[in-house]
């Protein structure tokens, strides 16, 4: 069976062709390295000890998408590649929303060309915005988020759901991951940002290897126990494996499906840094500072409906989180450059 993964040299991409390739399956990546590097491509190949079949194609460019299911019989696609930052995506909408929901678009009308009609959507637990209350259950009502990029997944989400509505050969599951951290057990790939991270362990990671001088906690004063915020971090292995799961489900079913991939379990953001710490033997000076605008107190999932029907939960826990997430930055101190 043959796999196309889109943006499969990205953070998330990478470690799933990698799973991919171990359990079997045939992989075709197509990416724009706009966020990625050829290196990982290298790196999949070591990994992997296989060879996935590259495009250097940018999902809008329907002739170039054309081109790749034409040269390969593809069965299912694995659909990552979009642009992921919630600040950036303020400054910049449009293209927002031309690169995630016009990028989309272009290719779900080539898979229909192609008679391609199985698809795993990479959402995000943003789409439940701030009216739900964790823990986050699939059939909430989704769409009231604060921010372009969290548009673009909800705008998505339902572009699948109408395409489902009008031709149910179509078997599409869409995937909202809750936060993805830590790096595979080689130390080989793992999460490497552009400039200064945004998110919590690269920032952790950067901090622990001297690149940054101290980690700023965003507000104290949440109503949770340490009042600091909760999130439901899941190790980007068990994500991979999850994909895995998924494009099974897209081979065997047809049907339009949802799943929370995440652990059930919420870590604070000091329960997160101490573990670092304890796991890792490195210090990480922080202060406390301002509340980040946007941030909710408290976001876990319901990770129940993953187990019952994908067969699916996450498998490692905090500590190997942050003991991988280190072992990728402390051997690759500059990231993919180094
Ligand atoms: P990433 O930026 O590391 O990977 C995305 C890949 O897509 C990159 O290699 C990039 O070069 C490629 N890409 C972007 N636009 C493209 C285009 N137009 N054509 C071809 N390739 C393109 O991000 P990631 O963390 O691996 O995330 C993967 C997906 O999961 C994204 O859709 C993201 O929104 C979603 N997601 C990520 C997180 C997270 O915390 N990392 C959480 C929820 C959802
Ligand atoms: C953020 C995005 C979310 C996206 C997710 C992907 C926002 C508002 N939300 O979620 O849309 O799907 O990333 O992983 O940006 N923190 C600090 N100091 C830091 C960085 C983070 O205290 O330097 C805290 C944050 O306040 C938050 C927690 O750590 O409470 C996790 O932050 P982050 O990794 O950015 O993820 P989310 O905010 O959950």
């Known amino acids: 069976m043959s796999i196309l993964v889109t943006g499969g040299t990205g953070y998330i991409g990478s470690h799933t062709c990698i799973a991919l390739m171990e359990a079997g399956y045939d992989v075709v990546i197509a990416d724009n390295y706009y966020n990625s590097k050829p290196v990982v491509l290298e790196r999949i190949r070591e990994l992997a000890g296989k060879e996935p079949v590259f495009y250097n194609c940018d999902i809008r460019d329907r002739a170039g998408l054309d081109k790749i299911f034409t040269e390969q019989k593809i069965d299912s696609v694995i659909h990552f590649a979009g642009l992921k930052a919630v600040g950036e995506s303020c400054h910049m909408p449009l293209q927002y929303f031309d690169n995630n ?12 060309a192609h008679g391609v009609r ?36 909800v705008m998505i ?142 976001v876990y999932s319901d990770a129940s409906r993953a187990k019952a029907e994908l067969g699916w939960e996450a498998q490692y826990g905090i500590e190997d989180m942050c003991a991988d997430a280190w072992r990728w930055q402390s051997r690759n101190p500059d990231g993919y450059d180094g």
């Open 101 to 112: 929901v016009s990028g989309t678009v272009v290719l779900l009308e080539v898979m229909a």
């Open 118 to 153: 199985r698809i795993v959507f990479s959402s995000s637990a943003t789409v439940y915005g701030s009216e739900n209350e964790s823990p986050l259950v699939e059939d909430m009502h989704i769409g009231s988020v604060s921010n372009p990029y969290g548009r673009t997944k």
């Open 157 to 298: 989400e339902e572009i699948l759901n109408d395409l489902y509505a009008s031709d149910d050969r179509w078997s599409i599951c869409k995937l909202r991951y809750f936060n993805p951290i830590g790096a595979h057990k080689s130390g080989r790939i793992g999460e490497d940002p552009n400039g200064i991270p945004n998110n919590l362990m690269p920032y952790i990671s950067r901090v622990a290897v001297g690149k940054l001088e101290q980690l700023t906690i965003f507000g104290n004063d949440y109503d949770t126990p340490d009042g600091t915020c909760v999130r439901d971090y899941i190790h980007v292995l068990d994500l991979a494996r999850g994909h895995i799961n998924a494009v099974q489900k897209t081979l065997a079913d047809t049907g339009l499906f949802t799943y929370n991939l995440g652990t059930g379990h919420g870590y604070s953001v000091l329960e997160v840094v101490n573990a670092f710490i304890k796991v890792t033997g490195q210090n990480v000076p922080y202060r406390i500072g301002p509340r980040r605008e946007g941030d909710l107190a408290c």
